[in-house]
């Protein structure tokens, strides 16, 4: 089993498109990706996808597997792909017609896509069983989860990654997670069209990073950064999907239409960025009651806000639980990831009242959004070999099967059964590039 975090970006989503700076922490929410060999010799692939019911099998054999090994196409797990190949999204095309609507489309061709990639027509048959924790086109980061645990599950089954250990050489750790971000980077092409790539680089290495991509021909500038605060932060969900695709094609329709007003926007947004990450690496940063540091990284998430509802990318219910919060006075609230929906974050301001956080609390339901609990600054991409979990019932370790891992309910059946956070039941390894390994799950 693979796991991987969704996300969060603090400033400087839909500018980064353009190669400005964004900062995004990972969050406690993950996608779980189960891997089930058939036994030999079936030659059948299977998805289930259970959050978006998804249940679809292949024949290994009658993939296009002539397609992705013809001369100039064939890659290799040490290739970096900037642009998707769209002969080979045609050969895919005749494999997903069969599957309902556009959310199972995107996560079928992202898998097979990377499947073809990574794999080989002698890839044994296995089951892919998949659940997360992060709701789906909420601005998460749920797609770039995914596309993190499929490339760590099929490069691990393809023999060109190793388990993490503890001692890895540090540049191994780095190189490793280097290639799973870059196949995680093709899956997120199949679902998004151009993504910056910072959802899939905070999936992969978790924590927090600050992202730039200026050259899309070159790899991202990727700043790990290591001291990121815990900062209070309120997460809410509209509950309003929408995809990321459409809002990004909306901003580069505006670029087209007012070129200079929307560049200096981006630009604006970019300071703001800059200023953020100097505000976080300050050595004095406190995150303590009436720090200034927060005061001033909670006037620019409000400022990169007022810029998002001009570019468009706001909506109506974002602008109501803005509006929620703003009357009650407790923070500075801005979307998060590509908006149109999705969901916003606050940094909470000091000695927020409870009464007062009960009396938002309630109203926010009232009106069907739904507020999350998560932490930020978690740990990316890991993986639990072999998929066992400690059972008090049996006093002994047991497989986690594909049937009980498809029928605990909800983010607390996932979490209880399969989470990171295992309280030593479970031992999760991860690749880290700043901490040395440790079994805690932490
Ligand atoms: N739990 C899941 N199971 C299967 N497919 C998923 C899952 N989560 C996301 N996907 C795939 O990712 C797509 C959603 O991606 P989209 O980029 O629109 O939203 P997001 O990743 O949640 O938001 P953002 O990119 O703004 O953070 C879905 O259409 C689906 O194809
Ligand atoms: C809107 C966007 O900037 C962030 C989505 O989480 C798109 C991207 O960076 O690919």
């Excluded at 190189?175 to 993504?195: D, T």
């Excluded at 639980?321 to 979307?335: S, V």
């Excluded at 594909?402 to 309280?423: A, I």
Aim: net charge neutral.
């Amino acid at each position: 089993m693979v796991s991987a975090p969704g996300k969060v970006i603090v400033c400087g989503e839909h500018a980064v498109v353009y190669g400005k700076g964004a900062i995004a922490a990972a969050i406690s929410l993950r996608s779980y990706l189960l891997v089930t060999p058939y036994p030999k010799p079936s030659r059948k692939l299977t998805l289930r996808f259970a959050d978006i019911d998804l249940d679809h099998s292949w024949d290994i054999d009658a993939l296009p597997w002539d397609a992705f090994s013809a001369p100039g196409k064939k890659r290799y797990y040490f290739d970096a792909l900037e642009r998707l190949d769209p002969q080979l999204m045609k050969a895919l095309k005749p494999l997903i017609t069969n599957i309902p609507g556009k959310v199972l489309q995107a996560a079928a061709t992202s898998f097979l896509y990377l499947f073809l990639m990574i794999g080989n027509k002698y890839s044994p048959g296995a089951t892919y069983t998949l659940r997360s924790t992060i709701p789906i086109g909420a601005g998460l980061g749920s797609s770039a989860s995914i596309a993190v645990c499929l490339s760590a599950a099929l490069q691990i089954q393809s023999g060109t990654l190793t388990m993490p250990f503890r001692g890895m050489m540090p540049q191994e750790t780095q190189l490793q997670l280097k290639r799973i971000n870059n196949w995680a980077f093709v899956g997120e092409m199949c679902i998004h069209g151009n993504p910056s790539g910072v959802d899939n680089t905070v999936a992969t290495g978790g924590k927090a990073v600050l992202f730039k991509r200026d050259d899309y021909s070159a790899p991202p500038d990727v700043t790990h950064l290591k001291d990121f605060p815990e900062l209070p932060l309120l997460l809410v969900n509209t509950r309003h999907p929408r995809r990321t695709a459409e809002q990004v094609s909306n901003v580069r329709n505006l670029l087209t239409n007012h070129e200079d007003i929307t560049n200096s926007m981006l630009d604006t947004i970019d300071k703001i960025t800059n200023e953020a990450n100097d505000i976080i690496n300050d050595p004095d940063f406190s995150s303590h009651a009436g720090s200034p540091h927060i005061v001033r990284l909670g006037e620019l998430i409000r400022i990169n806000h007022g810029i998002l509802v001009s570019l468009g990318v706001s909506h109506p219910k974002l602008e109501r639980i803005r509006e929620l919060i703003d009357h009650a006075g407790i923070g500075w609230t801005k979307l998060t990831g590509a908006g149109g929906g999705g969901c916003s974050i606050t940094l909470l301001k000091h000695n927020v009242k409870e009464e007062t956080l009960k009396d938002l609390d309630d109203k926010l339901t009232a009106e069907g959004f739904e507020k999350y609990n998560t932490t930020v600054g978690g740990a990316g991409v890991g993986v639990l070999w072999p998929a066992v979990t400690f059972s008090e019932e049996h006093g002994h370790d047991i497989e986690i099967g594909q049937e009980m891992f498809l029928k605990v309910e909800g983010v607390q059946g996932v979490e209880s059964l399969v989470g990171v956070d295992s309280h030593g039941k479970r031992k999760w390894r991860f690749w880290r590039e700043w901490v040395s390994e440790d079994n805690g799950g932490r």
